[in-house]
């Protein structure tokens, strides 16, 4: 069992909708956990984090975890077509090591 | 000012060669790391390091050795490179802060793309 899953994608919405991006994570000590962008060609770049179990909403973006059901997710209200990009996650395990999933790729369609 | 910068950006060698990638961080953190992304953009941890400690995923083959001259930079060198050695690999750096306090994740440098012919 991989540490941290995402479902590979491709998930596509249109303008203005909501996006949601969903992570599980195998290790029940995790304490933190991060979203990052990865636009092709590019390095992957922290847009949210997330220590407690709830939501955290920042600008457009929300994460919510849910650390009982080992889950985190991030949802992307009135997305745009600058969203479009991969979307990793990552969770900071018991042993200080981070680990991070095979990323989920979003097509935000005009 | 960049924050973590990697040198070169690109790299084409031919299979044999032995090559480095440089990396600096100017944030003061005090752990650094090397991944490397696939193809697939599956991002696979291959080395942390700190003052103290170095920390290697066993599955990197020892062809791959990390060298830290001081806090601020941990080069990547790799020996003998293969074709399977073609990929991005990225450097990162964390300020770790221990267990039950905020983390706040790691700054990756721009990536160099290593293509092995």
């Known amino acids: 069992q991989k540490e941290v899953e995402q479902n590979s994608g491709p998930l596509s919405v249109p303008e203005g909708a909501i996006a949601s991006l969903n992570c599980t994570y195998s290790?029940?000590?995790?304490?933190?956990f991060f979203w990052y962008r990865q636009y092709s060609g590019k390095s992957p770049e922290l847009i949210m984090s997330i220590y407690s179990n709830g939501d955290k909403e920042d600008g457009r973006f929300t994460a919510q975890l849910n650390k009982a059901s080992q889950y985190v997710s991030l949802l992307i209200r009135d997305s745009q077509p600058s969203d479009s990009a991969t979307y990793l996650c990552?969770?900071?395990?018991?042993?200080?090591?981070?680990?991070f999933g095979t990323g989920t790729s979003l097509t935000v369609i005009p | 000012d960049t924050a973590v910068s990697q040198t070169p950006k690109y790299l084409v060698t031919q299979m044999g060669n032995d090559k480095s990638i440089k990396c600096e961080q100017n944030?003061?953190?005090?752990?650094m790391y090397w991944y490397k992304q696939d193809s697939k953009k599956f991002l696979k941890i291959m080395f942390s390091?700190?003052?103290?400690?170095?920390?290697i995923n066993e599955t990197v083959p020892n062809r791959f050795s990390p060298k830290s001259p001081d806090k601020a930079h941990l080069n990547l060198h790799i020996n003998s490179l293969e074709l399977g050695d073609s990929a991005v690999y990225f450097c990162?750096?964390?300020?770790?802060?221990?267990?039950?306090?905020?983390?706040?994740?790691?700054?990756f440098g721009s990536g160099t793309r290593l293509t092995v012919v």
């Open positions: 990162a750096s964390s300020q770790n802060t221990g267990t039950g306090r905020m983390d706040y994740g790691y700054t």
């Open positions: 944030l003061g953190h005090d752990t």
């Open positions: 990552a969770v900071k395990g018991t042993g200080n090591q981070f680990y």
């Open positions: 290790d029940r000590g995790s304490q933190s």
């Open positions: 390091y700190n003052n103290k400690e170095l920390i």
